[in-house]
RNA sequence: GGCGGCGUGGCCGAGUGGUUUAGGCAGGGGCCUGCAAAGCCCCGUACGGCGGUUCGAUUCCGCCCGCCGCCUCCA
């Protein structure tokens, strides 16, 4: 059974399902205020490896990822772009899922949107003012954090402490420096929704609550994003279930940064790098597989170094693709372990073309709270198992292994590079006839001249038992 | 000020109280090859500093140094 590092308490402990066989996730996808970064591609491949893993095991998963689309900077950008909010929200989210499907991260089972949920967000606004805990200002409707038991759980701070670290500026009208908003009271020209505070729009904290709430339930299993949402985000999400007394994530996880030159990556601090810019540049499964090298909850340095190295160990799988002639499982959608018991809980027996044990070793460290770089081992491991035994003669040995580097990969969502754009046209196949002419002739200086032109054309050139192959470099 | 994370061989990056190594990339040597490429084999003997616990610590404890983050919007 998979245990994760658990935010709320801080111990790696195993997931808590509400009923066998199924797990319910929850993300908090983008705001579509701009283009996505490399912060948004790590927090999306982090949890579509999640997901897949889970899928791996054979849990029946439901995964939400919401889209914020409305919220302060959408209104500033679009006003200052001169074009309608949903106009602007739509562009943004069109490439926000061009992206996702590059990166070959799957599309979640429900994509709930902040603005189709403002009437059940007033409904909830609503009932924890009816509660007591929420006050309203002259500018909007807050929460008083200090009738919420337990608020700090995630920021893993008490009360006192976080307020006396407050850096919000003081608002005279507010109990607590650490009440958030609820409600925000519309200014003239901003979009609103009516309300019994006046015309005004959702708080950012609110939406999470009511779309998770509404369709995963009380008690669904984990809650996850990027570390940043910890607090107050998902901390002020939390606050809000439990004022209202309902069982709110069960389990929280939250994934690293993104660094360049050692400092996050954010919005804020505008040092990011757009995820079209890195895909224009690098191969999207080098990515993937970066952000496999590290835990999840380390920081990454993403460099133009560390993705060379990332497309280096691609090329080794790629060869191993290439020399089993290893079918991309991914084709019809996430794979299953064979083996799986179904539950969940354990590998059975695997088919014999697949090395159970080895499977077993790679869930090991899956189960482990997500090691990936250590799966990532057995997996090389095993390219270097297919390869030596391939190299000794041992057909069935080295098939075996190249089949689990297959359905491994396949389990992290890592597809092998496909031929296409290989196909080779007729004058570089005329090059690859004259070499394999000038080397049966042991025309070694024609062979070199040949083989030079392919290179420069952009061929990989290799000679083997059956002649000359090429391939795109 | 409060709270937290990290510091591993050339680089990236796991892990562990001691018996043989994570793994990848780069590098060196070898095999293979006409030469290459790909692949295989071998190699580096690393764990910030100072103390402590221990028969023994990179791994536990304390202190120190350095880096980073959170307490405001941010994946």
Not at 219 to 224: A, K, V
Not at 396 to 417: I, Q
Not at 452 to 472: H, K, Q
């Amino acid at each position: 059974m998979l245990t994760l590092h658990d935010t709320a308490t801080g111990d790696v402990a195993p997931l808590r399902l509400r009923t066998p066989g199924r797990v319910s996730l929850y993300v908090c996808g983008p705001t579509v205020d701009g283009v996505p970064h490399l912060g948004h591609g790590r927090m999306s491949l982090v949890f579509d490896v999640l997901r897949r893993y889970l899928l791996f095991t054979g849990l029946d998963v439901t995964y939400v990822s919401n889209v914020t689309d409305i919220e302060d900077k959408i209104i500033d950008r679009a006003a200052a772009q001169g074009i309608d909010i949903a106009e602007f929200t739509a562009t943004n989210e069109a490439l926000w899922w061009e992206i996702m499907d590059a990166l070959g991260v799957l599309r979640p089972d429900e994509t709930p949107h902040a603005t189709a949920y403002v009437d059940r967000m007033i409904d909830l606004v609503a009932d924890l003012v009816g509660r007591g805990v929420a006050y309203e200002t002259s500018d909007g409707v807050y929460l008083s954090v200090m009738d919420v038991p337990g608020y700090g759980l995630l920021a893993r701070q008490p009360l006192d402490s976080l307020r006396a670290g407050a850096r919000v500026e003081a608002d005279e009208e507010k109990r607590s420096p650490l009440d958030f908003v609820l409600w925000k009271k519309a200014k003239t020209g901003e979009p609103s929704w009516e309300a019994p505070w006046g015309a005004g729009r959702p708080g950012w904290h609110t939406e999470c609550v009511v779309m998770s709430l509404d369709l995963l339930g009380e008690g669904f299993e984990l809650h996850g994003g990027g570390i940043d949402l910890m607090f107050p985000h998902h901390e002020n999400e939390r606050a809000q279930a439990v004022a209202t007394g309902r069982e709110f994530a069960r389990h929280w996880m939250h994934n690293g940064w993104v660094t360049m030159d050692g400092e996050k990556m954010s919005k804020s601090l505008g040092n990011f790098t757009s995820l079209a810019d890195l895909l224009a540049r690098n191969d999207a499964r080098a990515y993937r597989l970066l952000v496999l090298r590290s835990h999840y909850r380390s920081p990454i340095e993403v460099t133009p170094d560390t993705i060379a190295d990332a497309e280096s160990g691609l090329a080794r799988l790629d060869e191993v693709g290439r020399r089993f002639d290893l079918p991309d499982l991914l084709a019809s959608g996430p794979v299953v372990d064979p083996g799986a018991a179904g539950d969940g809980s354990g590998p059975a027996a695997q088919p014999a073309d697949v090395d159970a044990e080895a499977v077993a070793r790679f869930r090991a460290r899956m189960d482990d709270d997500l090691d990936t770089p250590g799966a990532l081992a057995t997996v090389f491991d095993l390219v270097r198992q297919a390869n030596a035994a391939a190299d000794a003669g041992d057909e069935p040995g080295s098939r075996r292994a190249a089949a689990t580097v297959a359905l491994l990969c396949a389990a992290l969502g890592l597809r092998f590079r496909s031929d296409e754009g290989s196909e080779v046209d007729e004058a570089s196949a005329e090059l690859v006839r004259l070499r394999d002419e000038a080397r049966a002739a042991k025309d070694w200086a024609r062979a070199d001249a040949l083989r030079g032109e392919l290179e420069s054309a952009g061929w990989s050139v290799e000679d083997g038992p059956t002649g000359t192959r090429i391939r795109r470099q």
